[in-house]
């Protein structure tokens, strides 16, 4: 069952980055563009240098990012059951908290109220916090759903027809703090893989807008700084993700796939965007209106895997509530994790 959950997470990731391409890069020529004022900082030729430099920059940062938790396996310090795991996981949390709150949810707001739009009905509605809120119930939903189906399988794998109890679910459910999931039960490691799978689905539809909008600027002024900080960004978002991944106990083959997909998703983005240069427009209503949709229910997503999946498990989990001083540090460590990027908003 883990594995038809992560064959359709995959597939539904690349129907979303085709999905999105598609309809991008044709609302310039569906819809009339609103066009703004350019400014003083306009060079393509040395945009695309720029861009082309974005491309290593942004793949690197974030393979070094996602790989480092999965490869302190050999590191005793930073395994899974360890104090610091626990400190270097809250701060990861923090980094993808803020990740939702302060540039996916923003980015969303200010593309579904521009003054590209129309008045009605993108002025007069907060469709942003609606479509977020839905997200991530639709979130919940998908985490409750495939817990309900380990719980039959479970059931009818160990000869037992009743329901297995809501305190053995419950004490099974959280992968996080107990260390990785292959030495837990069967239901611990599902669990695990589905906040994986889930939390990756709604950073890379962001990171591929993200890289689309990049590639299709042509404004040095707005890319040199917004490399820099989406390198931070990426590395930082992929540690909280590679910690997942590491308490999901993958195969090698599957680790070195959602490491592809996380890592090559926003330079493959830029890459979409220099191609499209051309025919696509971030200020054209159609454009806006997928971007900012899919913003918002990427933010939805992100919101509540950081606080419902990452953060409530450990802060409520044992481990922290019986080392009081742990739990102070862990919850420092989200402030720096959220504040660090809160701070990164300013140029990203």
């Given at each position: 069952m883990?594995?038809?959950?992560?064959?359709?997470?995959?597939?539904?990731?690349?129907?979303?980055?085709?999905?999105?391409v598609s309809s991008i890069s044709g609302a310039s020529n569906t819809t009339a563009e609103c066009t703004r004022p350019i400014g003083g900082c306009h060079d393509k030729?040395?945009?695309?240098?720029?861009?082309?430099?974005?491309?290593?920059?942004?793949?690197?940062?974030?393979?070094?990012?996602i790989c480092l938790p999965?490869?302190?396996?050999?590191?005793?310090?930073?395994?899974?059951?360890?104090?610091?795991?626990?400190?270097?996981?809250?701060?990861?949390s923090g980094v993808i908290l803020a990740t939702g709150y302060m540039h996916v949810l923003p980015d969303s707001f200010d593309a579904l109220r521009s003054e590209c739009l129309p008045d009605r009905p993108w002025h007069k509605y907060p469709f942003t916090t609606l479509v977020a809120m839905f997200s991530a119930v639709?979130?919940?939903?998908?985490?409750?759903?495939?817990?309900?189906?380990?719980?039959?399988?479970?059931?009818?794998?160990?000869?037992?027809?009743?329901?297995?109890?809501?305190?053995?679910?419950?004490?099974?459910?959280?992968?996080?703090?107990?260390?990785?999931?292959?030495?837990?039960?069967?239901?611990?490691?599902?669990?695990?893989?589905?906040?994986a799978q889930i939390l990756e689905l709604g950073i890379i539809v962001h990171s591929v807008i993200i890289g689309l909008s990049l590639g299709a600027s042509n404004n040095p002024c707005t890319i040199r700084p917004l490399v820099a900080a989406l390198c931070f960004h990426q590395m930082f978002e992929g540690m909280g993700l590679g910690g997942c991944i590491l308490q999901a106990n993958y195969r090698a083959k599957t680790n070195a796939i959602m490491v592809f997909f996380f890592s090559a998703t926003t330079?493959?983005?830029?890459?979409?965007?220099?191609?499209?240069?051309?025919?696509?427009?971030?200020?054209?209503?159609?454009?806006?209106?997928?971007?900012?949709?899919?913003?918002?229910?990427?933010a939805g997503l992100l919101n509540y895997m950081a606080l419902v999946d990452l953060l409530?498990?450990?802060?409520?989990?044992?481990?922290?509530?019986?080392?009081?001083?742990?739990?102070?540090?862990?919850?420092?460590?989200?402030?720096?994790?959220?504040?660090?990027?809160?701070v990164m908003a300013i140029w990203a």
């Open positions: 883990a594995i038809h959950i992560k064959n359709h997470a995959h597939f539904l990731i690349f129907l979303i980055i085709i999905s999105t030729p040395y945009a695309q240098k720029l861009k082309i430099i974005a491309i290593f920059a942004i793949l690197i940062t974030s393979m070094i990012g999965i490869f302190t396996r050999a590191v005793p310090a930073l395994s899974p059951d360890r104090n610091l795991f626990a400190v270097v996981k809250a701060f990861a639709l979130t919940l939903m998908v985490d409750s759903f495939a817990m309900s189906l380990f719980k039959r399988h479970y059931a009818l794998e160990s000869g037992e027809q009743k329901e297995v109890s809501n305190e053995s679910v419950e004490l099974q459910s959280h992968c996080h703090g107990h260390g990785v999931a292959a030495e837990g039960s069967d239901a611990t490691l599902l669990r695990c893989r589905v906040v330079p493959f983005g830029i890459i979409l965007g220099l191609v499209l240069s051309n025919v696509y427009s971030d200020n054209s209503p159609a454009a806006l209106i997928v971007e900012g949709l899919l913003d918002a229910a990427s409530a498990p450990d802060f409520m989990g044992a481990k922290l509530q019986a080392h009081l001083k742990l739990q102070a540090l862990c919850y420092v460590a989200v402030v720096l994790g959220a504040g660090g990027m809160s």
